[in-house]
């Protein structure tokens, strides 16, 4: 038995059942599998994603790094990997909630294309979801009389949608200075048209579809949170920043005025002793 039929027979398919079990329907047993796979695999997401905020802070490191050395391939790749130690960046960290959900995702393509789903289905009379009147149903032609299947035609449609709103919540905003770095900016915003026009012409469930959609959206909500979280946080932080140097500019003046009152009386003193001078010096500030 491959690895493929290993995870389908003894792991998706008893998964899908109990899920079904729980909802009484295929396609709300999909979006359940789907929400517990999101779930478990949250904490690398998060992880993905402060490791991508944190290579962006160090891009300017970066560049730089790649302009003096640009002539030396291994100097280079020695001085990356250095910076990426310093600032505790894996720089392939953004990748590995995707990595790991690979198997689960090939695992239930494999099953919705089954004989053993559709043998479920066959008795089952909820094969339909939403919309889609069944969820085994290949592709977004009908091949034998060359008519669309306009469900999976806006689930497609959708799936662009979705991975396009998924991707600004992860990409930065701002272009890049940088030619390299924009052609790179360029290329990965076509990247949600090109997976999409892809899916129009390879054989897809309906039921993938509605785990592409449903993992796309958790993952807007999971980064649009995790964004607000990162903006408050910093905001935070500059706070505290000003505050101290407010308060550190407040001692410094209170330091530099009592050195300003021991050197008048010092000077007064040094003039024949003809003037008695109370030596006086300004109490500091208490720092709440």
Request: proline share 6%.
């Amino acid at each position: 038995m491959n690895p493929i039929d290993f995870l389908v027979a003894k792991l998706m398919l008893p998964i899908v059942e109990i899920c079904y079990n729980v909802t009484g329907s295929y396609g709300w047993a999909i979006v359940l599998l789907t929400v517990i796979i999101k779930m478990v695999l949250m904490p690398l997401t998060v992880q993905s994603y402060y490791s991508m905020k944190a290579m962006q802070k160090i891009q300017p490191k970066l560049k730089k790094i790649q302009e003096r050395y640009r002539n030396k391939p291994e100097e280079l790749n020695k001085q990356m990997m250095q910076l990426y130690r310093e600032h505790k960046v894996n720089p392939l960290g953004g990748c590995l909630p995707m990595l790991i959900q690979m198997p689960f995702l090939i695992a239930l393509y494999a099953t919705l294309i089954g004989p053993k789903f559709k043998e479920l289905l066959g008795h089952s009379s909820h094969t339909s979801f939403l919309f889609m009147d069944n969820l085994a149903k290949i592709g977004v032609l009908d091949k034998a009389t060359n008519t669309p299947y306009f469900d999976n035609l806006f689930m497609v449609a959708m799936f662009g949608l979705t991975t396009w709103l998924q991707q600004k919540y992860m990409s930065p905003t701002a272009p890049s200075d940088d030619p390299q770095q924009a052609a790179m900016q360029r290329s990965m915003a076509a990247m949600p048209l090109i997976i999409t026009a892809m899916f129009l012409f390879f054989p897809v469930p309906s039921g993938v579809f509605v785990y592409l959609v449903i993992s796309n959206l958790i993952t807007i909500a999971q980064y649009s949170f995790l964004n607000r979280q990162s903006a408050a946080l910093e905001a935070k932080l500059v706070m505290a920043g000003s505050a101290q140097v407010l308060q550190e500019n407040e001692a410094d003046q209170d330091e530099e005025s009592d050195e300003e009152s021991d050197d008048s009386e010092v000077a007064l003193s040094g003039a024949g002793g003809k003037y008695k001078v109370k030596k006086t010096s300004k109490k500091k500030k208490k720092r709440k």
